[in-house]
């Protein structure tokens, strides 16, 4: 059983940093997608990051670019995403995501990820 636990989230102010990790235990599908999405009170489920093939291929939400950073340790089969320069619009909770199947959309697609964390809180302040 694939269990995606997520931590590292908190408040800070605008411009500060946090890094959040991903334990996945159970996943062995490492050369599938793993990515992080974020979702606002309000606000559709949006994707922030993936890191697909294993970790050679990475994409990234335009508003993300440049600040945030996703990795991959596939022998800890840990997901980070380290976050800079953070924006109160960054403020959402995060949630880890993993897919363990061939699929043919975009890497931010929800239907991609069949196997989902609970979420961690970022706010941002100004």
């Known amino acids: 059983q694939v269990q995606l636990v997520e931590s590292g989230g908190g408040s800070v102010q605008a411009g500060g940093s946090l890094r959040l990790s991903c334990a996945a235990s159970?996943?062995?599908?490492?050369?599938?997608?793993m990515g992080w999405f974020r979702q606002a009170p309000g606000k559709e489920r949006e994707g922030v990051a993936a890191s697909c093939t294993g970790g050679r291929d990475t994409y990234y939400h335009d508003s993300v670019k440049g600040r945030f950073t996703i990795s991959r340790d596939n022998a800890k089969n840990t997901l980070y995403l380290q976050m800079n320069s953070l924006k109160p619009e960054d403020t959402a909770m995060y949630y880890c995501?993993?897919?363990?199947?061939?699929?043919?959309?975009?890497?931010?697609?929800?239907?991609?990820?069949?196997?989902w964390g609970q979420g961690t809180q970022v706010t941002v302040s100004s």
């Open positions: 995501a993993a897919s363990g199947r061939s699929y043919g959309g975009t890497w931010y697609d929800l239907g991609r990820y069949n196997y």
């Open positions: 159970g996943y062995t599908y490492s050369s599938y997608c």
